[in-house]
């Protein structure tokens, strides 16, 4: 009599354990059950995104590495793929601002793929992100050649970038917001022009 009643505590205490994981499960997948359950997400610097996040900061020195994860990836080998895309964060449009390529004025904000100013090595379920120029206006070199660099650098303001990752078949994103770092990184001095 004493085994059965202790065996069925123990069956009612596992049960409890199993609901109160699958529930805690079911909670980080859903972002504190504020979202669909999420099947697909990124992790940047030990901090795994479901859906947005922001104040990255990355440089040619220090590039933003990320890591896809698909939820169910633990139950199949298949590979499942990813696609990478960088446009402006256009939520601000205060923050918009005019440039000058050849000519011609261009919105930021309106830009559609900003992909090209910046290296993307992807690997399997990995990708690293360095911009192609040290600053604002290096990264919109490297798209625009013809830009006329004027006034650039004042014009950048935090998250003005958009990396958005989605699943193999886009049914899924996470967008993850940075900033080209602008950082002093050194001062040179000229000793001709040094008077003591």
Do not use: C
């Amino acid at each position: 009599m004493v085994k059965r009643k202790s065996a069925g505590w123990l069956a009612y205490v596992g049960a409890l354990l199993v609901l109160i994981v699958l529930v805690g499960v079911v909670a980080r997948f859903t972002n504190g059950f504020t979202d669909d359950f999420k099947t697909f997400y990124v992790k940047v610097e030990d901090k795994e995104i479901m859906s947005n996040s922001g104040g990255y900061e990355i440089t040619q020195a220090k590039p933003m590495q990320v890591e896809v994860k698909y939820t169910f990836s633990f139950a199949t080998d298949e590979n499942k793929g990813y696609n990478v895309k960088i446009v402006p964060n256009a939520a601000d449009k205060s923050k918009d601002f005019s440039f000058t390529v050849n000519g011609e004025n261009r919105q930021f904000q309106a830009e559609t793929d900003l992909t090209d100013g910046f290296e993307i090595e992807k690997s399997e379920s990995t990708f690293k992100v360095t911009p192609k120029g040290e600053n604002l206006t290096g990264v919109l070199q490297a798209i625009y050649p013809g830009l006329d660099t004027a006034h650039i650098e004042e014009k950048a303001y935090n998250d003005m970038f958009a990396l958005v990752v989605s699943s193999y078949n886009e049914k899924a994103s996470v967008t993850i917001y940075f900033t080209l770092s602008s950082k002093v990184t050194g001062i040179r001095l000229d000793k001709e022009v040094i008077v003591f």
